[in-house]
């Protein structure tokens, strides 16, 4: 069984031969760190906005080959190319939204260029853009099907306050509905038309990227998730069953408030089930395990910055104890590989999913 | 009567009948000492508690919060006329190499509702503005960080308001997505916040106003 025939079986939710291994997201230092150990010449850990074309291609290169040493079963691709530069520390997204750079995480959001009606009476929408899909391409044409390909795209509600800005969306939800129904719904428009290109180039599983938590509670009420966000991710759901590809939803945070609208939207897995936000993978897995998968759960607040490889390795057992049973359980981070973690337990997790994953499981 | 009526329209987030309520009270002879502990802060009490168990969300509280703010313009010109002070002055940011925002904000607006001065510096902040914005009457700093490569700042920052002298005089507060309280007691911090109305709570145990 290849890596993509497992990750689809395991998305089922069914039982591979052996339990499947992912990498949601990894940033620039993790990607060089792991690579150290498996290629050279590689540049020193920048934003990869600021190196060179050259550099680029190395890290993306190395990014492949990590998946291809390593056995990762699943490769997530996303957008490249949607930003321009405003400053040393700012860039802008294809939406007009700015961020801030930072040398220790993700870009924040920190301009919005839709905040008032007056705003979205003059906003002209993108246009989703082949060009931006160039790592989806070269993952398919480096892997030739043998592993899924995922794509991470921004679900309603992160597109919404990215271009609201977050309190300002919250407010607006109270003292002007219909606007957010109708940022929510331009949103949508593109998002589905950034699926039908997608499908054209392959793709095997979408992840709804949209965090709606924290690790306390969810950042909105159930009621508001109801009717601001969910309906517009459900129709993006049924759009790609209905094109054939699973979908994978992604949150932060604690989502136990919201399980119930989560499963009744048809998702085929939930990412990446934070430990620190009580998503405990046994508990997750007797609760609603047999109708969709669970990736993610192996700790990057913690574990992988400050454990250590033989404290990974009894962690990613535990995690094949607690949830492979009967399948629909794959191996990845609790979120992203960010700067933080260390090369070595990324690789002690990687090696432990091979080591206990193949079924019957320990 | 008149403060849990402003108590309640604070909880549902509504300024307008809020400012009449505040001209209600005063008509009754309330004075705006009274207004502020038996109504406002008694409301945000109340929001915090709600919150804290998820009977209300972030956007909730941003409604309340809105409505306190726009009670605390009427109320400010009036208790400084009386001379109360504060309850006490925080110093309040997110640190070094982190841009989130939300979370302090919140915490912000839970010590406004406590009755503190907050001297908030923002985003990004490295040790030496947590320094600079220190000054006489500061009880607390409180530091937020989401990311785990950011909290590691939060004891950079408590170094540097140690090598200042400063951190004898100061409590030290903090919380956000990348802080546990294990790793509070590391770095020897005298509080964690889990949620922004627990931090709101145990700065009043910390300047010894605590219930």
């Given at each position: 069984?290849?890596?993509?025939k497992?990750?689809?079986?395991?998305?089922?939710?069914?039982?591979?031969?052996?339990?499947?291994?992912?990498?949601?997201?990894?940033n620039?230092?993790?990607?060089?760190?792991?690579?150290?150990?498996?290629?050279?010449?590689?540049?020193?850990?920048?934003?990869?906005?600021?190196?060179?074309?050259?550099?680029?291609?190395?890290?993306?290169?190395?990014?492949?080959?990590?998946?291809?040493?390593?056995?990762?079963?699943g490769?997530?691709?996303?957008?490249?190319g949607?930003?321009?530069?405003?400053d040393?520390?700012?860039?802008?997204?294809?939406?007009?939204?700015?961020?801030?750079?930072?040398?220790?995480?993700?870009?924040?959001?920190?301009?919005?260029?839709?905040?008032?009606v007056?705003?979205?009476e003059k906003?002209?929408?993108?246009?989703?853009?082949?060009?931006h899909?160039?790592?989806?391409?070269?993952?398919?044409d480096?892997?030739?099907?043998?592993?899924a390909?995922?794509?991470?795209?921004?679900?309603?509600?992160?597109?919404?306050?990215?271009?609201?800005?977050?309190?300002?969306?919250?407010?607006?939800?109270?003292?002007?509905?219909?606007?957010?129904?109708?940022v929510?719904?331009?949103?949508?428009?593109?998002?589905?038309?950034?699926?039908d290109?997608?499908?054209?180039?392959?793709?095997?599983?979408?992840?709804?990227?949209?965090?709606?938590?924290?690790?306390?509670?969810?950042?909105?009420?159930?009621?508001?998730?109801?009717?601001?966000?969910?309906?517009?991710?459900?129709q993006?759901?049924?759009?790609?069953?209905?094109?054939?590809?699973?979908v994978?939803?992604?949150?932060?945070?604690?989502?136990?408030?919201?399980?119930?609208?989560?499963?009744?939207?048809?998702?085929?897995?939930?990412?990446?089930?934070?430990?620190?936000?009580?998503?405990?993978?046994?508990?997750?897995k007797?609760?609603?395990?047999d109708q969709?998968c669970?990736?993610?759960?192996?700790?990057?607040?913690?574990?992988?910055?400050?454990?250590?490889?033989?404290?990974?390795?009894?962690?990613?057992?535990?995690?094949?104890?607690?949830?492979?049973?009967?399948?629909?359980?794959?191996?990845?981070?609790?979120?992203?590989?960010?700067?933080?973690?260390?090369?070595d337990?990324?690789?002690?997790m990687?090696?432990?999913?091979?080591?206990?994953?193949?079924?019957?499981?320990? | 009567?008149?403060?849990?009526?402003?108590?309640?329209?604070?909880?549902?987030?509504?300024?307008?009948?809020?400012?009449?309520?505040?001209?209600q009270?005063?008509?009754?002879?309330?004075?705006?000492?009274?207004?502020?502990?038996?109504?406002?802060?008694?409301?945000?009490?109340?929001?915090?508690?709600?919150?804290q168990?998820?009977?209300?969300?972030i956007?909730?509280?941003?409604?309340?919060?809105r409505?306190?703010?726009?009670?605390?313009?009427?109320?400010?010109?009036?208790?400084?006329?009386?001379?109360?002070?504060?309850?006490?002055?925080?110093?309040?940011?997110?640190?070094?190499g982190?841009?989130?925002?939300?979370?302090?904000?919140?915490?912000?607006?839970?010590?406004?509702?406590?009755g503190?001065?907050?001297?908030?510096?923002?985003?990004?902040?490295?040790?030496?503005t947590?320094v600079?914005?220190v000054?006489?009457?500061?009880?607390?700093?409180?530091?937020?960080?989401?990311?785990?490569?950011?909290?590691?700042?939060i004891?950079d920052?408590?170094?540097?308001l140690?090598?200042?002298?400063?951190?004898?005089?100061?409590?030290?507060?903090?919380?956000?997505?990348?802080?546990?309280?294990?790793?509070?007691?590391?770095?020897?911090a005298?509080?964690?916040?889990?949620?922004?109305?627990?931090?709101?709570?145990l700065?009043?145990d910390?300047?010894?106003?605590?219930?």
């Open positions: 069984m290849n890596g993509k497992r990750i689809l079986t395991a998305l089922n939710p069914g039982q591979a031969d052996q339990v499947p291994l992912y990498i949601h997201g990894i620039e230092a993790p990607i060089i760190g792991i690579g150290q150990q498996i290629t050279q010449g590689l540049p020193q850990v920048t934003d990869f906005r600021k190196m060179k074309d050259t550099e680029k291609f190395k890290v993306l290169d190395t990014l492949f080959l990590i998946h291809e040493t390593f056995d990762v079963d490769f997530t691709a996303f957008e490249i949607h930003e321009s530069p405003v040393d520390q700012h860039v802008k997204d294809e939406f007009g939204v700015v961020y801030a750079l930072s040398d220790f995480g993700l870009p924040v959001a920190k301009g919005h260029p839709v905040k008032e007056s705003d979205l906003y002209e929408p993108p246009n989703p853009d082949p060009g899909l160039v790592l989806l391409n070269l993952a398919r480096r892997f030739k099907g043998d592993k390909l995922f794509w991470l795209m921004r679900g309603s509600f992160v597109r919404c306050w990215r271009l609201m800005g977050m309190e300002n969306m919250m407010i607006k939800m109270f003292d002007d509905p219909q606007f957010v129904h109708d929510a719904a331009m949103v949508l428009e593109y998002n589905l038309a950034q699926l290109l997608l499908v054209g180039e392959g793709l095997d599983v979408l992840v709804i990227e949209d965090d709606i938590a924290d690790k306390n509670f969810p950042l909105i009420a159930p009621d508001q998730f109801l009717e601001f966000v969910n309906p517009y991710n459900r993006i759901v049924e759009a790609a069953h209905a094109k054939g590809l699973k994978v939803r992604h949150s932060d945070g604690n989502l136990w408030p919201l399980m119930d609208i989560l499963l009744d939207t048809g998702y085929d897995g939930l990412n990446p089930l934070e430990p620190q936000a009580g998503m405990a993978l046994d508990r997750v007797d609760y609603c395990g969709l669970l990736l993610g759960n192996i700790d990057c607040v913690d574990l992988l910055p400050n454990g250590t490889p033989q404290q990974v390795d009894a962690t990613v057992k535990k995690a094949i104890q607690d949830a492979g049973q009967g399948g629909g359980l794959i191996i990845c981070s609790s979120n992203s590989l960010h700067p933080g973690v260390a090369p337990n990324c690789i002690a990687f090696e432990a999913t091979r080591k206990y994953g193949r079924y019957p499981t320990p | 009567m008149i403060f849990s009526q402003i108590s309640a329209r604070l909880q549902n987030g509504d300024p307008k009948e809020m400012a009449h309520l505040i001209g009270a005063f008509d009754q002879g309330a004075t705006p000492e009274q207004v502020l502990n038996q109504g406002l802060i008694a409301g945000m009490d109340r929001v915090g508690q709600k919150f168990t998820g009977e209300i969300y956007p909730h509280m941003l409604l309340a919060a409505a306190m703010h726009g009670a605390l313009d009427i109320l400010k010109p009036l208790l400084a006329e009386t001379g109360n002070g504060p309850a006490g002055r925080v110093v309040l940011g997110t640190v070094q982190d841009h989130h925002d939300i979370g302090k904000n919140l915490v912000s607006t839970m010590l406004e509702g406590k503190f001065e907050v001297i908030d510096v923002g985003i990004d902040a490295p040790p030496q947590f600079k914005a000054d006489e009457g500061v009880q607390i700093v409180a530091m937020s960080a989401l990311l785990s490569t950011t909290a590691p700042f004891g920052t408590i170094e540097a140690d090598k200042a002298g400063l951190r004898k005089t100061l409590k030290i507060m903090v919380g956000g997505g990348a802080v546990s309280q294990e790793f509070s007691d590391e770095i020897g005298d509080a964690y916040g889990g949620d922004a109305a627990t931090a709101a709570v700065a009043m910390l300047v010894g106003k605590g219930a």
